[in-house]
């Protein structure tokens, strides 16, 4: 089937969406600036994909340690408070018995 020529034909007849549109101008293009526009949208893509996806990986990074600093902070000197809170009872009991 031949390729039709869409520079010669009136398309506002047509019911054609918006995205038909754009295929049929982008389709109209010479090779080298469809080229060319296929790099700068997937740059502009990819940008904007590595900017959200950086955004995310430096967000959980952030999680990670925040987790890793609270549970040190917690059990390090958690520990030692119990741990201080149990020989002061044991001496009180210690000294209860004594008497």
Known sequence: MPAID??????DNLDLSAIDRFVIWYGTLPDS????VSIAVGAMIGYVVFRIVAKIIKGVLKAVIAAILAFLITTVPGNMIL????????????????R
């Open 33 to 36: 600036v469809r080229t060319g």
């Open 6 to 11: 869409l520079n010669n034909i009136n398309l």
């Open 83 to 98: 741990s201080n809170a149990y020989d002061r009872v044991e001496q009180q009991i210690t000294t209860s018995l004594n």
